[in-house]
């Protein structure tokens, strides 16, 4: 008989080994220690009380991070990962598990439910089809190590610098983007808002500078980089924030672009593999309506 808590009822060191074995040979390395997994809670906005473990007979078995955010009116829910112990796979914990989660949902009031998941694990996007799920879009995870040209020779529109969070009260902000992206897991992140003649607000992007020892600069990571979508000049815009963004970045900085939607962020995402980003994972973006 299978016993779910609440992650905030377990101790760490039972959440982090449900969460290693329940990911025991997945497609990428993500075993966590007690710290890494803290940050990933706190960096990600994953909550404890949301959060769910199953236990048979005292041992965690499987385990789902489940974090809730409201952008521009919509109580969004993110599966931030379900893991099921290889012994405990195809006896019904991934099930079990996903209908307790419905159930969290349902009581928070969650209008949308969303998770990505690797392309090949054809396991997974079959659960969670079964509960309601639907695939909205192919997401990349893209990475390029070499200078990056300048992309736009003149530079017909002004480039503030500011802070993610400024981003997302633009009319235009992608606030229902993978989560991700989303302006709150940019930590510690930097913004460009690029403005016309008129001061009005046309692009932006937001990344983080991530630095190693000594304060070198070993990577910079691209969250969103859009534009407004009435502009005709959308390429020109985005050509632009690249520009200022990558500008600094030398040949041994390495250049990420997480998660972008292919369709829902098209042009950014054909200029980023114009300029030699190369793929390093393929995901599914997937959703369920609530209510």
């Known amino acids: ?13 039972e959440a982090v080994r449900a969460w290693n074995a329940g990911f025991e040979g997945y497609y990428v390395p993500i075993q966590l220690t007690i710290e890494s997994f803290l940050q990933r809670l706190v960096g990600e906005g994953l909550s404890p009380s949301l959060s769910i473990i199953a236990f048979h007979h005292d041992e965690p078995v499987g ?9 521009q009116g919509t109580l969004i829910a993110w599966n931030g990962g379900t893991g099921v112990v290889p012994a405990s796979r195809k006896t019904g914990v991934g099930t079990t598990l ?5 159930d969290i949902y349902q009581e928070a009031g969650v209008e949308l439910a969303t998770l990505e998941v690797i392309s090949e694990n054809e396991r997974a996007i079959g659960l969670y089809k079964k509960f309601g799920y639907e695939i909205v ?5 893209l990475q390029f190590q070499k200078a990056v040209p300048r992309l736009l ?3 017909p529109f002004q480039v503030e610098i500011t802070i993610p969070q400024q981003v997302s009260h633009l009319s235009f902000y992608k606030g229902q983007h993978p989560w991700q992206t989303q302006w709150q897991s940019a930590k510690d992140g930097e913004a460009l808002l690029a403005k016309d003649d008129q001061g009005d607000d046309v692009g932006y992007a937001y990344y983080r500078r991530v630095f190693a020892v000594a304060d070198k600069h070993e990577k910079t990571i691209l969250f969103q980089c859009e534009a407004h979508p009435e502009r005709n000049d959308k390429e020109h815009i985005l050509r632009l924030l690249l520009t200022k963004m990558f500008s600094n970045c030398p040949d041994e900085v390495v250049k990420v672009a997480a998660n972008v939607p292919i369709t829902y962020s098209s042009p950014t995402y054909s200029l980023l593999k114009e300029i030699g980003f190369q793929t390093t994972v393929k995901q599914v973006w997937m959703q369920k309506r609530m209510r």
């Open 153 to 155: 020779d003149a530079e």
């Open 98 to 102: 996903m209908e307790a989660t419905m």
């Open 63 to 71: 385990i789902v991070l489940n974090g809730i955010r409201e952008s």
């Open 1 to 13: 008989m299978l016993q779910i808590k609440r992650l905030s009822e377990c101790t760490l060191e």
């Open 137 to 141: 879009d192919e997401l990349e995870y």
